[in-house]
T-cell receptor, first 116, second 117 residues
Framework: NAGVTQTPKFRVLKTGQSMTLLCAQD?????MYWYRQDPGMGLRLIHY???????AKGEVPDGYNVSRLKKQNFLLGLESAAPSQTSVYFC???????????????FGPGTRLTVL | AQKITQTQPGMFVQEKEAVTLDCTYD???????LFWYKQPSSGEMIFLIY??????QNATEGRYSLNFQKARKSANLVISASQLGDSAMYFC??????????????FGQGTILTVHP
């Protein structure tokens, strides 16, 4: 049981390049999320998904796209990277029961992205 | 809109002493959950403790306890008997528990805790 995994762990891009970050979870969670973490700030939600085939915008969605073709995978894409997207990206998953303490989000290890 | 405020950018504590990390929140929703996460220098996010807005008792998990004062809208984390391994960034987070929240979290800016030997 690996929990939530992210690939790659590190990446350096040039401005204008594209890339895809992969998040995978083996906990059969319905909900998945992508956050970014910038220095001096907490995590901010980029996009999220409430199930296979669904996606929705979070707090800071501009410049990113996502896809959830399989329940266990959530992809984050940058079509044309900008220096402002230099950040640490976290994926998380959860199952919202609304009934107890089973709605904790479990986080992946993060991807450190630098855009030059 | 929900908002989480952590007013302590950095805190220092002596090993084996207790420390309180402050967190205040703002929401008009009656049903919500409050979380604390630890982020060590290695970068991963580690879940520590959870408190539901309707929970009658303050949450405890080992050396961690959450001092929940609903009227004051505060959810302070208390770490007892601090250890060197407790040195990390600590984040307070909140989620609305309504039907359309889908578990989304709102995070505070974090507090860096340094434990001195």
């Amino acid at each position: 049981n690996a929990g939530v995994t992210q690939t790659p762990k590190f990446r350096v891009l040039k401005t204008g390049q594209s890339m895809t970050l992969l998040c995978a979870q083996d906990m059969n969670h319905e909900y998945m999320y992508w956050y970014r973490q910038d220095p001096g700030m907490g995590l901010r939600l980029i996009h999220y998904s409430v199930g296979e085939g669904t996606t929705a915008k979070g707090e800071v969605p501009d410049g990113y796209n996502v896809s959830r073709l399989k329940k266990q995978n959530f992809l984050l894409g940058l079509e044309s990277a900008a220096p402002s997207q230099t950040s640490v990206y976290f994926c998380a998953s959860s199952w919202d029961s609304l009934t107890g303490r089973t709605d904790t989000q479990y986080f992946g290890p993060g991807t450190r992205l630098t855009v030059l | 809109a929900q908002k989480i405020t952590q007013t302590q950018p950095g805190m220092f504590v002596q090993e084996k002493e207790a420390v309180t990390l402050d967190c205040t929140y703002d929401t008009s929703d009656p049903s919500y959950g409050l979380f604390w996460y630890k982020q060590p220098s290695s970068g991963e996010m580690i879940f520590l403790i959870y408190q539901g807005s309707y929970d009658q008792q303050n949450a405890t998990e080992g050396r961690y306890s959450l001092n929940f004062q609903k009227a004051r809208k505060s959810a302070n984390l208390v770490i007892s008997a601090s250890q060197l391994g407790d040195s990390a960034m600590y984040f307070c987070a909140m989620r609305y528990r309504g039907g359309t929240s889908y578990g989304k979290l709102t995070f505070g800016q974090g507090t860096i805790l340094t434990v001195h030997p």
